[in-house]
């Protein structure tokens, strides 16, 4: 099961995440309480293990903004919603990451990965299980809105993703990640992924 720390803000949050060895951080450029400059994420990015992928997540950037993440942080993937992707130019060496969410017309045909969330990232909502369900069956499906340690071991029974997203449900605070509720979302997503593979 592939696990993504979103929302990395502070040196300490790169540190739990790469001891509890997910897959992908993500960096965010959009207004939020997570919100970083480029500069910033570069700094923090210098810190990432080889092995871990830093994803640059935005919603509407505009061109000069994608430009300055791209050459500052070097990102391997660039996630933002499928709409803006039809306008922006993103280097050829950076992967994408679109974004789909419920409620919201759905791309055809389906992003061979997306990310399904709820209508607003980042406050916690719930995304659409039953809808994240039939999506996955279809495509590498990464399942991100309110998720956390208490439920992400139904959201896995119940959509069968291909992966994982998190970021305020493994905060002290808004924007301040807790290093033991990293670590405890990973070993409930490990253990659910297990059950999973044991049933099937």
Do not use: Y
Request: glycine share 8%; charged share 25%.
């Amino acid at each position: 099961m592939w696990i993504k720390i979103c929302g990395i803000t502070s040196a300490d949050a790169v540190a739990a995440a790469a001891e509890a060895r997910v897959d992908a951080v993500g960096f965010v450029f959009a207004p939020s309480p997570r919100q970083v400059t480029p500069g910033q994420a570069a700094q923090l990015g210098a810190l990432v293990p080889p092995g871990i992928l830093k994803i640059a997540v935005t919603q509407h950037p505009l061109q000069m903004k994608v430009d300055e993440i791209c050459r500052t942080l070097q990102p391997d993937f660039f996630q933002t919603d499928f709409e803006d992707l039809r306008e922006l130019k993103i280097p050829a060496q950076v992967k994408l990451l679109p974004v789909v969410r419920f409620g919201r017309k759905t791309p055809r045909p389906l992003p061979a990965r997306m990310l399904f969330e709820g209508p607003t990232s980042g406050i916690g909502e719930l995304a659409d299980w039953g809808r994240a369900a039939e999506l996955a069956r279809q495509t590498e499906l990464i399942l991100a809105g309110g998720l956390a340690a208490q439920n992400v071991g139904d959201a896995i029974r119940a959509v069968r993703p291909f992966g994982v997203d998190v970021s305020s449900g493994v905060e002290e605070s808004p924007g301040v990640k807790d290093p033991q509720k990293i670590l405890q979302f990973v070993r409930a997503v490990r253990e659910a992924a297990a059950r999973l593979e044991t049933d099937s």
